[in-house]
C-alpha cells in the first residue's frame, strides 16, 4: 500500500514538474551568442537561440538579442515581436530562415534582423515565409542569399518598412512575393536588389510600395494574374537598369490588374513598361521615363481629382 502511495506521489510532482515551462513563460525573454536554450532566458540568464526563446515566451510577448550572435532558425506559430536590436543574425544554410505560421489573430513583428541564406544553390528556400498570421511587420532589417526575401502565402496583411533584400539566388526568385490569392502589402523605403524579380504580385493580392529602389533586377515590378486580378500602386520609387521595368499580365476578365504609377522613375532599362491580355499601367503624369531602349506603352493617365481613365498618353507623361 506505501508504495503505491509513493508512486503515486511522484507521478503528480512530476506532472506537475512538467506544467511548469508554461507557468513560467515571460512577457520578454532574451538570447545571447554566451547564452544557453536550458536558461530561463532573462536577461542575465539568456537563452542561445531564438527556438529555445520562443517556448519561453507567452504569447503576445517579446524576444530581444543581447549582444552579436547567430541566433538561429525559426519558425513562429503565436503573436511575437522579434527584436534583433542591430544585432541578431539567422544564417540559415538548407533552411528557411524564419517561418510565420501563426493563427488568424496572431500579429507577428520581425525588427532589427539579418536573415543570411548563405548564397546556397537554388532551392526554393525563402528568407522570411509568411503561411499564416493576421499581420507580419518586417522593418529596419537586411535578408540575402536566399532564392526568395520574403514570400507570403496567405491572405493576410503584410507591412515591410526601411529593409533590404538583395542577391537572390537561382533564376526564377524573387526579393518580395506576395502569392496568396487574397490580402494586402503595404512597401515602404524598401531596396530590391539583384533578384529576378524585385515585387511579385499575383492572383487577389493589393499591395502599395513607396519611397523605394527596385533597381538592377531581372523584373521590377511584375503584377501577373492567371485567374483573378490583382494591383499595386507605386509612389516615389525608382526603376532602373531592369530588363523590364514595370509589367501588368492578365490574360482576360474583369477587372483587369493594374499598377499605377505616380512620381517614379524609370530610366535605363530594356524595356519600361510592358502590358500583356487584359493588365494596365496607369500614369498620374508625373513621372520620369528616360533612355530606356524600347519605352514601351502606358494604359492611359489619372489626375487626383478624377478616378476615370483618360485616353492613353505617351510614354513619357
Known amino acids: 500500500m506505501y508504495k503505491r502511495m509513493k508512486a503515486a506521489g ?26 544557453d536554450d536550458a536558461n530561463p532566458c532573462s536577461r542575465t540568464a539568456p537563452c542561445k537561440t531564438l527556438a529555445g526563446a520562443i517556448v519561453k515566451t507567452s504569447p503576445g510577448g517579446e524576444i530581444d538579442v543581447l549582444d552579436p550572435a547567430g541566433i538561429g532558425m525559426l519558425t513562429i506559430t503565436k503573436a511575437v515581436t522579434i527584436d534583433g536590436r542591430g ?7 538548407g533552411a528557411n530562415g524564419i517561418v510565420v505560421a501563426a493563427g488568424s ?8 534582423m539579418s536573415i543570411d541564406g548563405l548564397g546556397g544553390p537554388e532551392s526554393g528556400l525563402t ?5 499564416s498570421g493576421a499581420q507580419l511587420h518586417v522593418e529596419h532589417s537586411l535578408i540575402f542569399g536566399f532564392e526568395n526575401g520574403i514570400v507570403m502565402t496567405t491572405p493576410s496583411d503584410l507591412t515591410v518598412a526601411d529593409t533590404t533584400v538583395r542577391d537572390c539566388v537561382g533564376t526564377t526568385s524573387s526579393a518580395i512575393a506576395l502569392t496568396g490569392g487574397g490580402g494586402h502589402a503595404s512597401l515602404d523605403h524598401v531596396a530590391l536588389h539583384n533578384c529576378s524579380t524585385a515585387l511579385e504580385v499575383t492572383d487577389g493580392v493589393s499591395a502599395t510600395i513607396s519611397n523605394s ?19 499595386v500602386e507605386m509612389e516615389s520609387c525608382v526603376v532602373n537598369y531592369c530588363q523590364t521595368a514595370i509589367q501588368s499580365n492578365q490574360p482576360k476578365g474583369t477587372p483587369p490588374t493594374e499598377v499605377d504609377i505616380s512620381n517614379v522613375t524609370v530610366e535605363g532599362n530594356n524595356v519600361g513598361f510592358k502590358t ?23 494604359s492611359g493617365k489619372i489626375t487626383p481629382e478624377v478616378s476615370d481613365r483618360q485616353p492613353p498618353g505617351g510614354p513619357t507623361d
Request: aromatic share 6%.
Open 87 to 93: 544585432y541578431g543574425s539567422t544564417l540559415a544554410s
Open 276 to 298: 500583356s491580355g487584359v493588365g494596365k499601367i496607369y500614369s498620374f503624369g508625373n513621372n520620369q521615363v528616360r533612355l530606356n531602349k524600347t519605352n514601351g506603352s502606358l
Open 213 to 231: 529602389d527596385l533597381s538592377q533586377n531581372t523584373n521590377g515590378v511584375n503584377a501577373n494574374a492567371t485567374s483573378h486580378s490583382c494591383s
Open 10 to 35: 511522484l507521478s503528480v510532482v512530476v506532472s506537475l514538474g512538467l506544467a511548469v515551462p508554461a507557468s513560467a513563460q515571460a512577457t520578454r525573454t532574451w538570447v545571447s551568442g554566451v547564452g
Open 127 to 131: 528568407g522570411i515565409k509568411f503561411i
Open 105 to 112: 489573430a496572431d500579429v507577428v513583428s520581425i525588427i532589427n
